[in-house]
């Protein structure tokens, strides 16, 4: 009995050893890539951020706005903030794309090839943080993204550090100007779904972000030196053709997601009572591009809305009674841009 006892033990042993020898190489899928080009990666983080947080816009600031009201699913219609449904949880598209935009700004710094990435890469990772502590105030932010230096529980920073201290909001946009100005390589900026790879179109961006950022912090810190300097170089987002903006497209795979929703879904938003009551106040003529026509208008009132959060349960509602979102949201996607700095945005905030 006690030689059996030995036996299983070497085997175990044994067993063990044969287990974690080579482990990194037979868990390897060799038909996978382990790395991704930056251009590829590039676009994606464009893309992908101006997308979902597009789509965020539509549902959870329609409802919200009272824009919309939903028929169905209309928890965050009723403003049940911690159950948000049919969208209104940003907080996974700001870190899926952060990070994969820290995979960039560690391929520029690293490999001489890539240089010409940092500079935009750093703008967009300013720019997406400021969205982020924008909405959440302190945030995992200067531990975020180093898992393989065993920080597993990040912690969370100051808003007022993720703005101003080294490598911050502002450092960053700082950063990624001199990155650059000081590039002077041949290789082209490509996967740039912004500004098609022109590098004087992403220092302006960067300008326009700075002149936001500072306006942000206004209230706590004297911003005015610098926003005279910026003023007078007048290196900013000034007018619409230097917009950065995604223009989405009529078919797949870069139309409005709303396109691409089962009818039911897409059918499950209509005009809000708000909405009506505002647009047809001013005589506003948006209604007839931001809605349809209701289907059933026997009185000769062409657009309807619905009272924000009805409780579908108990309520009946007819959908040809009221008005659905305009045919820009579903079949003509080609009208709609991803807005992420305009000239009316700049031009409001100095």
Request: with cysteine.
């Amino acid at each position: 009995m006690k030689y059996k006892y030995i036996a299983v033990f070497v085997f175990a042993v044994l067993a063990i050893a044969s287990c974690t020898n080579d482990f990194e190489e037979i868990n390897t899928n060799p038909n996978a890539p382990v790395s991704v080009q930056p251009s590829l990666l590039l676009r994606q983080v464009i893309y992908n951020y101006g997308e979902e947080m597009s789509y965020e816009g539509f549902v959870a600031g329609g409802l919200l706005g009272q824009h919309m009201t939903a028929l169905d699913f209309n928890l965050f219609d009723r403003h049940a903030l911690k159950s948000p449904q049919l969208g209104g949880n940003p907080w996974p598209i700001f870190y899926t794309n952060l990070r994969d935009n820290q995979i960039i700004i560690d391929q520029a710094q690293e490999t001489p090839a890539f240089a010409v990435y940092e500079g935009p890469a750093l703008i967009f990772k300013a720019y997406m943080t400021a969205g982020l502590t924008d909405i959440f105030g302190d945030v995992p932010y200067s531990e975020a993204f180093r898992g393989l230096d065993g920080i597993v529980e990040p912690k969370y920073d100051l808003q007022e550090d993720i703005y101003l201290q080294p490598g911050g909001i502002l450092d960053n946009l700082d950063q990624g100007i001199a990155a650059i100005e000081n590039y002077n390589g041949s290789i082209a900026l490509e996967g740039d779904v912004l500004f098609n790879g022109d590098l004087t179109d992403w220092v302006r961006f960067a300008n326009s972000l700075k002149i936001k950022a500072l306006m942000r912090i206004s209230e706590r810190e004297n911003v005015n030196a610098r926003l005279q300097t910026l003023f007078d170089d007048q290196n900013y987002i000034a007018s619409n053709d230097q917009n950065a903006v995604f223009n989405f497209s009529d078919s797949e795979p870069n139309n409005f997601r709303m396109a691409r929703l089962r009818a039911g879904d897409f059918n499950n938003f209509v005009m809000s009572e708000t909405m009506e009551e505002v647009l047809e106040d001013l005589n506003d003529a948006r209604i007839n591009v931001l809605f349809r026509p209701r289907a059933n208008n026997a009185n000769g009132d062409n657009f309807e809305g619905l009272l924000n959060g009805i409780d579908a349960s108990s309520t009946s509602v007819t959908l040809a009674d009221y008005s659905l979102a305009g045919t820009i949201f579903r079949e003509n996607t080609g009208m709609l841009d991803a807005n992420y700095m305009t000239a009316w945005e700049t031009n409001f905030l100095l």
